[in-house]
């Protein structure tokens, strides 16, 4: 694989500058689909690295894509910037909120978009000094977390005409992403009934709660009857204002998930059952709201090669001391047994596993012996389904550090998180200028995806009137 000097170097000078960035959309801690000044930070940074930004795409004030170059190959990279609910920490090893009850970035987006950007910046450069033509678009992609902003994105077709999109995404490992991950349905549910004095005259009331509870006792007993991998989760929105009024409202959120597309509609339209015979039973009405839908993921081992080639080449994570102590006060914040038992449930051998449980930050990196077993969703599912795509991890906190904690937040906010970061740039601009040199690499992604598509084509499951749900926070 033929060494990205140029971008390599780029990202070792501009590792401050890619830094304060990341701080920044770390401070801005915003929810998705309002990540307003996180997205124009990155927006206008692309633009004067001389990228063409257009911005507002998708019908998302939040969402833009930007493009450097012409012709083929043209090369995606995705960046995410979206905050999560609760999570708001200072940069400490002991639990310390930032803003009392305020979002944080639990799962690193903020490295996540930066570390994407330093790639293109820098394979930008590694381009010009060679002369090497080709296009490269960075898709500024909001709300991962909760409402899909890739899947609304791949409705208009932004994602056509790429030869290949790559990712990365912070974690505890330094490895490449195999397997698939979960489809998914998201939707909220809202009964109708009638208010009374729930102690006066309750005959005369119809409980909204009552329905929402209901439903969920039904969607919990469905549970023995779906497929084994799918999942089924919930939250109760809005219960009602005070115990001596019968709820005249109530709302409920769902994920229905399952390994392929076609069980979670089969799944999705057995808890739609749930809310009706709720709404019988109850003599309320309801309604349903559908928020979104995404793909599962496809596999694609040609790309997930050149990642691995590539960050053979660039490198994992420098930790300093600094950042190893750091790592070593966070660990004591872990209840008995986390690390140990986050590290067996990999598919690793032995001497692996030996190996991660004498460190403490992860600067090795990792193989496994198979697949990861689907269990999360992301709507990196859908790029997967419109172009070959591929993703890894870097080490971005502590081995046995949980996603969406205050533990990730805090890392993901100081240089544990800037090391994993400044790697994932290097491994990405390394593995672009690969598909922009070797286009058999290219050729045997395309074949895959194919393969892997036939007789399946991408077809958004999101309707085209639904559109995205800036009413609702999180």
Known sequence: ??????????????????????????????????????????????????????????????????????????????????????????????????????????????????????????????????????????????????????????????FEGLDACLTWHPGTLNLVRTGSSLALNSMNVTFYGVASHASGAPHLGRSALDAVELMNVGVNYLREHIPEKARVHYVIRDGGLQPNVVPARASVWYYVRAPERHQVEEVYERVLKCAEGAALMTGTTYEVEFLDGIYNLLPNRALEKVLEEAMGVAGTPRFGEAELDFARRIAESFPPGQKESMIEELPLNEETKDLLRAQVLSDT????????????????????????????????????????????????????????????????????????????????????????????????????????????LA
């Open 1 to 158: 694989m033929d060494r990205a000097e140029r971008a390599l170097a780029w990202i070792e000078e501009n590792g401050g500058r890619l830094t304060e960035l990341s701080d920044r959309i770390w401070e801005f801690a915003e929810l998705g689909l309002h990540e307003h000044r996180s997205a124009g930070l990155l927006a206008d940074a692309l633009e004067a690295a001389g990228f063409r930004v257009e911005r507002g795409v998708a019908g998302m004030p939040t969402a833009f894509v930007a493009i450097w170059g012409e012709g083929q190959p043209a090369i995606g990279f995705l960046g995410e910037y979206d905050a999560l609910p609760g999570v708001s920490q200072k940069v400490s090893p002991v639990r310390e909120e930032l803003v009392p009850g305020g979002p944080g970035h639990g799962c690193g987006h903020n490295l996540l978009g930066v570390g994407a950007l330093g790639a293109v910046i820098a394979l930008k450069e590694e381009m010009q000094a060679r002369g090497l033509c080709g296009t490269l678009r960075y898709f500024g992609c909001p709300a991962e977390e909760n409402f899909s902003g890739k899947a609304f994105m791949a409705r208009e077709g932004l």
């Open 365 to 472: 990196i990792v193989t496994l012996r198979e697949d990861l077993p689907p269990r999360g969703s992301t709507d990196v599912g859908d790029v997967s389904w419109c172009c070959p795509t591929a993703q890894f991890t870097t080490a971005c906190a502590a081995l046995g550090t949980p996603g969406h904690s205050w533990q990730f937040t805090a890392q993901a906010g100081m240089g544990i998180g800037h090391a994993g970061m400044l790697a994932a740039a290097r491994v990405l601009a390394q593995a672009g200028l690969h598909l922009l040199l070797d286009q058999e690499a290219l050729e045997r992604a395309q074949a895959e995806f194919r393969k892997r598509t036939q007789g399946r084509p991408y077809r958004c499951p999101i309707p085209p009137e639904v559109q995205p749900a800036f009413h609702q």
